[in-house]
């Protein structure tokens, strides 16, 4: 793979390698299909794209799990719930009694065919978390699809009513919102406020928390960029925001991403990028070596730029402080 | 230099304590303090500071707010009225300033 070209590179710009700091987050993403075709995936995930975890691969990560007490479970896609195994495999998680999340788009949820999903995720407790990247419909809409805004906002209405969202229910439901362009998402704290007044008054929904991502340079996002002539802003956007304090908690510090093949990855964004684990940590789910892994040098490229910049970046959102605008 | 103006210059805001660092750090630090949410939210400072740039017609600055709004999930609907509003204080500001000439022109005229 061919590194982004960037002035100076990230890995000038680290003083030393970046070490993982233990495994408290197995991300396990369950194949490539999808719905929806976002402008801003950077799994590049639709309904044509082939790859499925093998029942095999998600039996190892379970045994994985069963013999390392990692807190966390993060099952994501693609659409997890279009794979066959995927209730199967999401029972057995909530069984292990971890922190269990769950990425949908939401809208696969209003479908007959998944619609039992929801009692399936509050049965086992499983955090959801569903994209929405912006309060307008028309820019929701820009980025996830024509006519997606009013089915993600019926889909949190018919999980608010199953107790997702709601005071007092312990059923936790987090929103993600990504810049529908090429700018930098603001702070957490702000734009939570935000989409809590609009939505609880234009629509009647809520939620829990709001998580905001930083856009990855790839994949259709990239190709966005180039296209519109906005590649090198973005980028030197994001150089011109590294944030030393993001930096010391971005999440491939405590995450390994599990790849429908069972590769290993030091995030779901090195997954998409071909980068497994490396400098002589296991690479695959059947080799699993929790002390060989907990301390492993992260393999880094000018992509991780985005996970620096200003507050930083997770897939649970801000890492760091809100930082000023000029 | 090619230009009074560079793009490129946005970034080199970060250095204006060059020269004098500790003026430098109290700037910084009160820009930090006022801009933070308080009894006014991030956008709607945001907003007052997009009307401040354009009416100040600063590149920088209205490049920087631009990004600020989009980012804090401002509309473009809200941004074109806080610049309205800008345009509008402008405008009558000079209007306002009609006075001293009229004044001028019933004192001097016969």
Not at chain 1, 185 to 192: K, N, V
Not at chain 1, 198 to 223: E, Q
Not at chain 1, 252 to 260: E, N
Request: overall charge negative.
């Amino acid at each position: 793979m061919t590194d982004l070209p960037v002035e100076p590179s990230f890995e000038q710009k680290l003083s030393g390698p970046l070490k993982a700091e233990g495994v408290e987050i197995l991300q396990v993403n369950v194949g490539y299909r999808c719905n929806l075709e976002c402008k801003h995936c950077h799994v590049e995930a639709g309904p044509r794209r082939p790859e499925m975890m093998p029942r095999a691969i998600m039996e190892q990560c379970l045994k994985v799990l069963k013999a390392h007490p990692i807190p966390t479970i993060d099952l994501t896609g693609g659409s997890p719930e279009m794979h066959p195994h995927f209730s199967w495999f999401l029972r057995q998680c909530g069984a292990l009694n971890r922190r269990l999340l769950v990425r949908t788009n939401g809208v696969i949820l209003l479908e007959k065919e998944f619609e039992s999903f929801i009692d399936l995720y509050a049965g086992n407790r499983a955090e959801v978390v569903v994209s929405l990247p912006h309060t307008d419909a028309e820019m929701t809409n820009r980025q996830r699809g024509e006519g997606i805004f009013p089915r993600v906002v019926e889909a949190i209405r018919k999980l608010n009513a199953r107790g997702y969202g709601q005071a007092g229910t312990g059923l936790v439901l987090n929103l993600v919102h990504n810049p529908p362009g090429a700018y930098l998402p603001g702070s957490q704290a702000g734009l939570e406020n935000h989409y809590r007044g609009v939505l609880r008054k234009k629509y009647s929904i809520d939620f829990t928390h709001l998580f905001c991502l930083t856009n990855m340079p790839m994949g259709r996002f990239l190709d966005y960029l180039g296209k519109t002539d906005n590649y090198e802003d973005y980028m030197a956007t994001l150089v011109n925001a590294f944030n030393p304090a993001a930096l010391r908690s971005v999440m491939c510090k405590t995450t390994l991403s599990v790849a429908w093949d069972g590769r290993l990855y030091d995030c779901d964004f090195n997954q998409m990028l071909g980068l497994p684990t490396d400098h002589g940590a296991p690479d695959h789910i059947a080799d699993f070596e929790l002390e060989k892994l907990a301390d492993r040098r992260i393999v880094v490229g000018n992509h991780c730029y985005a996970c620096t910049a200003g507050a930083g970046s997770s897939c649970q959102g801000e890492v760091a402080g809100p930082a000023v605008a000029i | 230099m090619s230009d009074y103006y560079e793009k490129e210059d946005l970034a080199d805001f970060a250095n204006i304590g060059e020269y004098a660092p500790d003026l430098g750090k109290k700037y910084f630090d009160y820009y930090g303090e006022a801009m933070k949410a308080g009894a006014l939210s991030e956008r709607e400072k945001a907003l007052i500071a997009l009307a401040v740039a354009t009416t100040q017609t600063c590149p920088y600055c209205i490049d920087a707010y631009t990004n600020q709004c989009l980012s804090l999930g401002v509309s473009r609907e809200e941004m074109m009225e806080a610049v309205h509003v800008g345009a509008a204080m402008v405008a009558g500001v000079v209007l306002a300033h009609s006075t001293q000439m009229r004044k001028i022109i019933k004192k001097k005229e016969m």
